[in-house]
């Protein structure tokens, strides 16, 4: 009886704990144009007493105003060359530059991560909520899987709450982008990614969050599939194949396993952007894991599997 109870508070709890944030979108989405980004956090201060539902506010502000720049989506930091007197001056002239880049987002509405992730750090500070912005590497296509880059090519945020490190990203908050276009949508999933999720998608170039998240090396996670939003939404569990990288033959079966989601969960399958969705042979196992079995593509091409007419994951199948 007191496992029921337990179990039956803890639902509760989440129910409770998810309308309250819903109800902070909802506050927020009715807010009118602010002048300034002191204005914005100051209003959002005023409104939310808790520090996650003021956390919740800022992201659903930049989530649901901003647009993403898709003229230039990997720019994370322009070469600048600073004559300075000291690490001290650097970091000041650093910090100054930053904070054009979060004007600018603000004022433009437009930005790529590097603008969504400093505007929300410029927010949380002026409302006291301790912040970090994370630099590193995100995959949002087949074709990079495998490949190990040399470089940066996204930024999210890190907020402690209540003595724990959340992540936060606004970007992919904000919409998705199909066939090279951007598509604004608002997205909760990409608020408080758990650990166990984002270590599977994200990866920073500090040590320090690889370390907390218990982040795989960069080309094991570079191997990983492509994660989309249906995992964000349900954090399912891929049993195999565990590579990113399928070899097959023509007219042999794909065969994949996922653990985690629900039984009547309906799911397709395509190749590539044009190819027609095409419903997956799935068997269902013992512990909740399921087996989908997939016809080969007549030659190599990305795979993309959807749940629920959600893009869940992908992978890239070589044919031999």
């Given at each position: 009886m007191k496992k029921i109870t337990f179990l039956l508070f803890f639902i509760s709890f989440s129910v409770l704990s998810q309308n309250r944030l819903d109800r902070v979108d909802n506050i927020v989405k009715s807010y009118k144009n602010f002048t300034t980004i002191e204005s914005l956090a100051k209003q959002i201060d005023s409104d939310f007493s808790s520090d996650v539902e003021k956390a919740r506010a800022a992201y659903t502000w930049i989530a649901t105003n901003l647009n993403y720049n898709s003229r230039n989506p990997f720019l994370i930091y322009d070469t600048k060359i600073y004559i300075v007197s000291d690490e001290e001056d650097y970091q000041r002239?650093?910090?100054?530059?930053?904070?054009?880049?979060?004007?600018?987002?603000?004022?433009?509405?437009?930005?790529?991560?590097?603008?969504?992730?400093?505007?929300?750090?410029?927010?949380?500070?002026?409302?006291?909520?301790?912040?970090?912005?994370?630099?590193?590497?995100?995959?949002?296509?087949?074709?990079?899987?495998?490949?190990?880059?040399?470089?940066?090519?996204?930024?999210?945020?890190?907020?402690?709450i209540d003595g724990q490190w959340k992540f936060i990203d606004a970007t992919q908050g904000s919409g998705f982008s199909y066939k090279?276009?951007?598509?604004?949508?608002?997205?909760?999933?990409?608020?408080?990614?758990?650990?166990?999720?984002?270590?599977?998608?994200?990866?920073?170039?500090?040590?320090?969050?690889?370390?907390?998240?218990?982040?795989?090396?960069?080309?094991?996670?570079?191997?990983?599939?492509?994660?989309?939003?249906?995992?964000?939404?349900?954090?399912?569990?891929?049993?195999?194949?565990?590579s990113g990288q399928i070899a097959t033959q023509k007219r042999k079966l794909i065969e994949l396993k996922l653990k985690g989601?629900?039984?009547?969960?309906?799911?397709?399958?395509?190749?590539?952007?044009?190819?027609?969705?095409?419903?997956?042979?799935?068997?269902?196992?013992?512990?909740?894991?399921?087996?989908i079995l997939i016809h080969s593509p007549k030659e190599s091409s990305p795979l993309k599997i959807f749940l629920d007419g959600q893009e869940a994951l992908s992978y890239m199948v070589h044919v031999e």
């Open positions: 002239r650093l910090k100054k530059e930053d904070e054009k880049t979060a004007l600018k987002a603000f004022q433009t509405k437009k930005a790529v991560c590097k603008g969504y992730a400093y505007l929300y750090r410029k927010i949380c500070d002026i409302i006291g909520i301790e912040n970090k912005v994370v630099l590193g590497y995100i995959k949002s296509s087949s074709y990079e899987i495998g490949y190990v880059p040399d470089r940066k090519n996204h930024a999210w945020n890190a907020i402690k090279g276009v951007w598509q604004p949508k608002f997205n909760k999933a990409y608020f408080d990614i758990k650990k166990e999720t984002i270590k599977n998608t994200h990866f920073p170039e500090d040590i320090f969050w690889r370390n907390y998240t218990g982040q795989k090396p960069l080309k094991e996670f570079s191997d990983l599939p492509v994660f989309s939003k249906a995992y964000f939404n349900s954090n399912f569990q891929v049993v195999s194949p565990s989601i629900r039984f009547n969960t309906k799911i397709h399958y395509k190749f590539g952007d044009y190819d027609k969705l095409r419903k997956a042979d799935v068997i269902y196992e013992e512990n909740s894991v399921f087996r």
